[in-house]
RNA sequence: GCUCCGGUAGUAUAGUCCGGUCAAGUAUAACGGCCUCUCGAGCCGUGGACCCGGGUUCAAAUCCCGGCCGGAGCACCA
């Protein structure tokens, strides 16, 4: 049967079935719809979803975050779960946090779209995870080890236990309430969860979950010097994922052996882990994605602060005009892959393009201007220039040009305009009229009034200009993406602009609205 | 080195679980054209990919084996 069908021709196949399946063969609907998210694994098992984001708070969140924060709150949303926001501050010593961070990060959340509907704090909770540590000690799941470091490592990769590993349960209470009173010092003991030792991770085997640091050298910003005793990641997240509920863990792979980890201890505790997913790395072309190179440039001043453009902090970016919606939908078409993605810049500029195209209104900003003169202008001229060209209806800027004395006009172009001009060549000044060129010098280009129809622009195939009237100009400056700054002029109409609008300078690029006093202060978002 | 995970056009993604409708869809970038009083947007079109080698099968991007390449973890960090 297989081969006689086989043995058809593939039009012949088609015509079979349209005689006797004709629906089989309906095209679809070629839906435009949006990308959606993969369904959660096992996402029916649960009566509500809930997903949680866990910074560090050592530092402002940037792109590298932007996989974990998203996929998890859009999650949530999509099932109409629960999204948590969990501020993971354990570890007062090496990857201290601070305070500033903590109402930074909830901040990009807000502009990102996440609404938090639970926010913790681990260093509040340090009692939680003592109670379970003990819990742990008392049945014979873990214990508290006094070996050194280096000592326990090498043991440990022969897959042989340590004498601390065979203590009694009140041996191990009574080391550990000497952890907890100050009988050690740094370094000194730190509790193991116990695991498989013949497991073929070595990484996985015993490992720590709670250490010492001495809080009176290294004080924590919120809680001081209170306690002595800290929890590890896989301790604290562990503990919290199932007290919170947490029913989908969505994070990246490098946590992949912390979930093999964890799920030693929820078996001594009798839980039962949530569903996993690990994506893979995000990274941008060109963009330093490392909290470290961050904290370090800014510290060694080589940035002006967590915003300047030249980071993929959310803060630059928003700083950048690059909309939230963007960052969102980009996030989402690339989905929860294992597979490291590499975006380009580029990725990220048209989706916000898309966005900020349809509603940004346009205006004219004239970088490094040179000055026009324009001679013959027959009278006064007024140029209507729409704010949108798809959208009438939000009006427009109105300029009028009278010639002065006799009958010149002056007006600004910006330099790369004039560089590219030569003698003889016809000019359109966008809405105005045609010129032709005179003369080019290096701060001056002169040229002469020809027609005011646009056809014969068109018919010339002259090259259309952005202008701006002498005496309408504001100063402006552009802070570029690398972090230089381009000056030139803006039309007047650009006063009223407020700070955080985004337009687009036209034949320029979009640009956000920094500051707008004195001088017009703009940021460049892309072309 | 050990333990995992991955590899579809320049980039990203769909398809892989459950082999056939995939001579591989989509977005973006590139190129060409149309339209437009922006070098923007829009519209139309072109080129471009299943890492390699074996195997199973009537049939492999999809299943199996081997190789190659890439990534992550191997902290008293998160």
Redesign the pocket.
């Known amino acids: 049967m297989?081969?006689e069908v086989?043995s058809l021709s593939?039009d012949e196949q088609k015509r079979i079935v349209e005689e006797k399946w004709p629906e089989?063969?309906k095209k679809e609907k070629?839906a435009e719809e949006e990308?959606h998210l993969?369904p959660l694994p096992s996402a029916e098992r649960y009566s509500l979803v809930i997903t949680r984001f866990?910074?560090?708070p050592?530092c402002v969140l940037h792109l590298g975050s932007a996989r974990a924060i998203i996929l998890s709150h859009e999650y949530a949303r999509m099932y109409k779960g629960k999204f948590i926001l969990r501020f993971?501050?354990?570890?007062p010593?090496?990857?201290k946090p601070v305070l500033e961070f903590y109402e930074a990060i909830r901040e990009d959340l807000a502009w990102l779209g996440c609404k938090v509907d639970e926010e913790y704090i681990?260093s509040d909770r340090l009692p939680i995870y003592y109670k379970y540590a003990e819990q742990l000690l008392r049945e014979g799941n873990a214990y508290v080890?006094?070996?050194?470091?280096e000592q326990?490592?090498k043991r440990i990769l022969k897959s042989a236990p340590c004498s601390c590993r065979d203590l009694s349960p009140e041996e191990q209470i009574e080391r550990w309430r000497l952890m907890l009173e100050g009988g050690y010092g740094?370094?000194?003991?730190?509790v193991r969860v116990k695991t498989d030792l013949t497991?073929?991770?070595?990484?996985?085997r015993d490992?720590?979950a709670l250490?010492?640091?001495d809080t009176e050298k290294y004080p924590h910003p919120r809680v001081g010097s209170k306690y002595r005793v800290?929890?590890?990641?896989?301790?604290?997240?562990g503990i919290d994922d199932h007290l919170m509920g947490v029913t989908h863990v969505i994070r990246?792979?490098?946590?992949?052996?912390?979930q093999?980890r964890q799920e030693y201890m929820y078996r001594h505790l009798g839980w039962t882990y949530p569903e996993a997913i690990?994506y893979?790395?995000l990274?941008i072309?060109g963009a330093f994605l490392s909290k470290s190179k961050i904290v370090q440039g800014i510290r060694e001043g080589i940035y002006k602060g967590w915003d300047d453009p030249r980071l993929a902090t959310f803060a630059a970016l928003r700083k950048r005009g690059i909309t939230p919606a963007a960052i969102k939908k980009?996030i989402v078409?690339?989905?929860?892959?294992?597979?490291?993605?590499?975006?380009?810049w580029?990725?990220l500029?048209?989706?916000n393009?898309?966005l900020?195209?349809?509603q940004c209104n346009?205006y004219f900003f004239v970088s490094e201007p040179v000055k026009l003169k324009v001679k013959n202008v027959p009278s006064a001229l007024s140029?209507k220039?729409?704010l949108?060209?798809?959208k009438p209806e939000v009006g427009q800027r109105e300029y009028t040009v009278a010639p002065k004395g006799e009958d010149t006009a002056f007006f600004w172009i910006?330099k790369?305009?004039a560089d590219?001009a030569k003698a003889g060549e016809m000019l359109?000044?966008?809405?105005?009229f045609n010129v032709i060129i005179k003369s080019v010098s290096t701060n001056l280009v002169e040229a002469q009034f020809v027609s005011?129809?646009?056809e014969e622009?068109?018919k010339a195939k002259a090259?259309?200009?952005?202008w701006i009237p002498e005496g309408e100009e504001v100063s402006c400056q552009v802070v570029m993406p690398d972090a230089s700054v381009n000056k030139g002029l803006a039309e007047s109409a650009c006063k009223k602009l407020k700070p955080e609008e985004i337009i687009?300078?036209?034949?320029?690029?979009?640009v956000r609205v920094d500051k707008n006093n004195a001088e017009l202060v703009v940021y460049y978002a892309h072309?």
């Open positions: 297989v081969n086989n593939i089989a063969l070629a990308k993969p866990s910074p560090n050592d993971e501050d354990t570890d010593k090496l990857k681990q080890c006094l070996c050194p470091p326990f490592r740094e370094g000194e003991a730190v497991h073929p991770n070595p990484a996985v490992w720590p250490r010492i640091i800290w929890p590890l990641y896989n301790m604290a997240a990246g792979k490098e946590h992949l052996t912390n093999v690990h893979g790395r990274k072309t980009m078409d690339v989905g929860p892959k294992t597979a490291d993605v590499t975006l380009s580029e990725n500029y048209a989706y393009r898309k900020l195209d349809p346009r140029a220039l729409p949108h060209p798809e910006a790369k305009d590219v359109r000044l966008m809405e105005l005011i129809a646009y622009a068109r090259k259309l200009i952005h687009q300078f036209e034949r320029f690029g979009f072309k």
